[in-house]
Nanobody
């Protein structure tokens, strides 16, 4: 079973930047996809971004496209989420997730493994 540990959350002013990291306990196989989801207070969890580990294909929610960038470091078994031009509405707990079915994964499909989350707070 894959274990995921997030880090990098914190408090930032609107317009600022923050980078989240998620390290997997083992090396994700080429068939894996890893991604980020978020849940704001009183709202359902929503998809943010994902990357296919083998092909490197990336996917973004419309609300973050152009502001957030997902990337991976094979040597560190780590996926990053670089967040820029942050808005108060980006405030949420951000969760890292992965699935071994990355070759067929698209936004809207589920994930199999989840981290515990890291809180991002954007002040106005």
């Amino acid at each position: 079973q894959v274990q995921l540990v997030e880090s990098g959350g914190g408090l930032v002013q609107a317009g600022g930047s923050l980078r989240l990291s998620c390290t997997a306990s083992g090396r994700p196989g080429s068939s894996y996809a890893m991604g980020w989801f978020r849940q704001a207070p009183g709202k359902e969890r929503e998809f943010v971004a994902a990357i296919n580990w083998g092909a490197g294909n990336t996917y973004y929610a419309a609300s973050v496209k152009g502001r957030f960038t997902i990337s991976r470091d094979d040597a560190k078994n780590t996926v990053y989420l670089q967040m820029s031009s942050l808005k108060p509405e980006d405030t949420a707990v951000y969760y890292c997730a992965s699935t071994p079915y990355g070759s067929t994964w698209i936004p809207g499909f589920g994930m199999n493994y989840w981290g515990k989350g890291t809180l991002v707070t954007v002040s106005s």
